[in-house]
């Protein structure tokens, strides 16, 4: 059986870990992976999840099977969240949730649901778009196309660009859309551009799937989700899901949601598009793990709980926002006639390098800078000699162009 898997490709995001581990060189530069680091380096815990796993342990609690749809006080906590409390989708209870295994999960689980009802809708995705994501929908046979978003040589957002591609989208085709933090880019949208996706999207009978994965990374938890919220009081039907991983800092543990936002006014049974969220994540696997999603629902019905973890999610922010702000100044030290400022306005983590992917190549191979594709360099994860090396060998890349 096994013998035919032979001289099997690794995907590039997994290469690039494998030729990252496999570098003996001291002095790499890991920009790579997705997590937040602290000052000194370290992906830390917050000390609101801490102290809400100190609360579960003390708790009796039981260990038994939930449903497949998994944590539902944390599903209704995170569409407060995401949504507000106020949003006409909940007041209309127009959503049905279940708790996944994080949001990788959650977009696979959407795949399989819309191939099932409509193996005829297609994938529209930005480009460029965090790698693993496409898989989700390819692997379930779903055809993909790209959509305009970002030129990354000049790094500027296509908004024209991507509304004339996006007028390709069929009746119930999937766009895909980050809901803030864009990855890998760091570009949003601002409001007016998310009522005009609404308005391609009411036009062309496209079903979307917002994916807010970095909630309160980019200008605060409530400024993040302006767009989105907006966005969708004016579509009539959406996929929603939203990562906890991220903003909680319990990437290991896997949590995040997947909702479903129907029609007002089409008929639609809710407790049967219930039923069949449930057997779609059940047939897929079986059930998400809890620890995850207790401890985010721990946090978000304690009061004390729930200002620690803003206060600790906005030190994150400010220090995302204090490390752009540094390598902008580092880059336009060591290039003096060129203008970073997109790094500073970017959002989250991930902005892109204005650079070729053979530039990126040299970077890798002689000077020991690992990116994810396009560039993509996690702002978040570096110190500050690392963005003086960055900015030097950037300036070294241009001059040789
Ligand atoms: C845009 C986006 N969506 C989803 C995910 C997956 O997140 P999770 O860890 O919750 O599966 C990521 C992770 O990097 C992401 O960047």
């Known amino acids: 059986m096994f013998k035919q898997i032979q001289h099997y490709k690794?995907?590039?995001i997994e290469s690039l870990f494998d030729r990252l581990a496999a570098d003996v060189n001291p002095a790499k530069i890991d920009l790579g992976i997705g997590v937040y680091r602290d000052y000194s380096g370290k992906v830390p815990v917050m000390q609101?999840?801490?102290?809400?796993?100190?609360?579960?342990?003390e708790r009796d609690l039981s260990k038994s099977y939930l449903s497949p749809l998994g944590n539902t006080a944390y599903c209704e906590d995170i569409e407060k969240l995401t949504l507000g409390v106020d949003h006409p989708i909940l007041r209309e209870g127009r959503i049905v949730s279940a708790q996944t295994p994080g949001a990788g999960s959650a977009l696979r689980a959407g795949a399989e649901l819309v191939n099932s009802l409509n193996p005829d809708s297609e994938l529209w995705a930005s480009q460029p778009i965090w790698g693993h994501q496409l898989e989700f929908f390819d692997k379930v046979g779903i055809k993909i196309n790209h959509y305009r978003y970002y030129d990354q040589l000049n790094s500027v957002l296509d908004f024209d660009g991507m509304l004339e591609d996006l007028k390709g989208m069929r009746p119930n085709d999937i766009f895909l859309v980050h809901g803030c933090c864009h990855n890998p880019t760091g570009q949003d949208l601002n409001l007016q551009q998310w009522q005009e996706l609404a308005n391609i999207v009411n036009q062309t009978g496209a079903l979307p799937f917002v994916d807010i994965a970095y909630q309160g990374f980019g200008e605060?938890?409530?400024e993040d989700v302006a767009g989105p919220r907006l966005f969708a009081e004016n579509v009539p039907q959406m996929l929603l899901t939203v990562s906890s991983s991220k903003?909680?800092?319990i990437y290991r543990e896997r949590a995040g949601i997947l909702s479903v936002i129907v029609a007002s006014?089409?008929?639609?049974?809710?407790e049967s598009v219930r039923l069949k969220l449930r057997d779609t994540v059940r047939q897929l696997y079986f059930m998400a793990p809890?620890?995850?999603?207790?401890?985010?629902?721990?946090?978000?019905?304690?009061?004390e709980l729930e200002q620690l973890w803003r206060q600790e999610l906005d030190e994150i922010r400010l220090h995302i926002i204090e490390m752009r702000r540094l390598l902008r100044l580092a880059i336009e030290k060591a290039n003096p006639d060129f203008d970073a400022e997109f790094i500073e306005h970017q959002h989250g983590m991930f902005s892109c390098l204005p650079i070729t992917a053979e530039e990126q190549e040299l970077m890798e191979q002689k000077h020991h800078i690992y990116m994810l594709p396009n560039a993509r360099m996690n702002v978040a994860a570096m110190n500050s000699k690392q963005s003086?090396?960055?900015?030097?060998?950037?300036a070294e890349v241009r001059a040789a162009r």
């Open 10 to 12: 690794s995907d590039p």
């Open 388 to 394: 003086a090396i960055l900015a030097e060998v950037f």
């Open 48 to 57: 609101a999840v801490r102290r809400a796993e100190q609360q579960l342990f």
């Open 247 to 249: 903003s909680f800092g």
């Open 220 to 222: 605060g938890i409530e």
């Open 290 to 303: 809890d620890h995850g999603a207790a401890v985010v629902h721990e946090i978000l019905s304690t009061p």
């Open 265 to 270: 006014d089409d008929g639609t049974d809710i």
